[in-house]
């Protein structure tokens, strides 16, 4: 379901995305290929995608699966952007899942748009697209000199267990910023 907030976005009279830079905030490329994964290959096809790793949306317990995720994450941050498929370059960058504190979500917000902004230098992008999947990128939108914000919402993360409200504000802001929104089912539209 699609979601038109009446900007150029859906505006372009071929309808389609062809020869454009695109940044996307999505779970880790390594996971499970889900549907995001698969779109981003088929839009690769004809422009680039800077695929920027999870930005966590709550903080990690101290499971087994949280601990080893956090150790390959921390492992990750010494690796520079790398092209992992053609015209799919992957970004891993660091952030502190603590949406309530408005000190720290400054501070991810300005690390963010530097680690972001690094990238897209160094790979050359202009005119971008911003395609997001993760709503805690929504503190970055409209702040990486973007021409569009597509946010691409699939889940309910804000009622994911251990978020907090800061996180809802952060969606609720990226939902006012996006210049179109797409819904992956009912429930989420209502």
């Known amino acids: ?38 779109l981003m290959r088929v839009l690769s096809r004809e422009n680039r995608v800077l695929w920027v790793n999870s930005i966590p949306n709550r903080m990690p317990t101290t499971s087994a699966k949280d601990v080893s995720r956090l150790a390959r994450k921390i492992k990750a941050l010494a690796e520079p952007v790398r092209e992992v498929e053609p015209n799919i370059f992957v970004l891993n960058p660091f952030a502190i899942p ?35 999947f993760n709503p805690a990128a929504g503190m970055v939108a409209r702040r990486l000199g973007e021409s569009q914000i597509i946010y691409y919402c699939v889940d309910e993360y804000t009622a994911f267990t251990g978020v907090t409200a800061g996180l809802k504000s952060i969606e609720d802001d990226l939902f006012r910023r996006a210049d179109l929104v797409v819904v992956s089912a009912q429930k989420l539209f209502e």
Do not use: E
């Not at 454009?20 to 779970?27: E, K």
């Not at 979500?105 to 992008?125: C, E, T």
């Open 98 to 132: 603590a949406y309530g504190s408005k000190a720290v979500v400054a501070l991810n917000q300005a690390g963010l748009i530097r680690q972001v902004k690094s990238a897209m230098r160094r790979l050359g992008f202009s005119d971008v697209v911003n395609m997001v």
């Open 1 to 38: 379901m699609l979601i038109d907030t009446g900007s150029k976005a859906t505006s372009q009279t071929s309808g389609s995305l062809r020869g454009r830079d695109i940044v996307c905030f999505s779970h880790d490329w390594t996971g499970d290929p889900l549907s995001k994964t698969h």
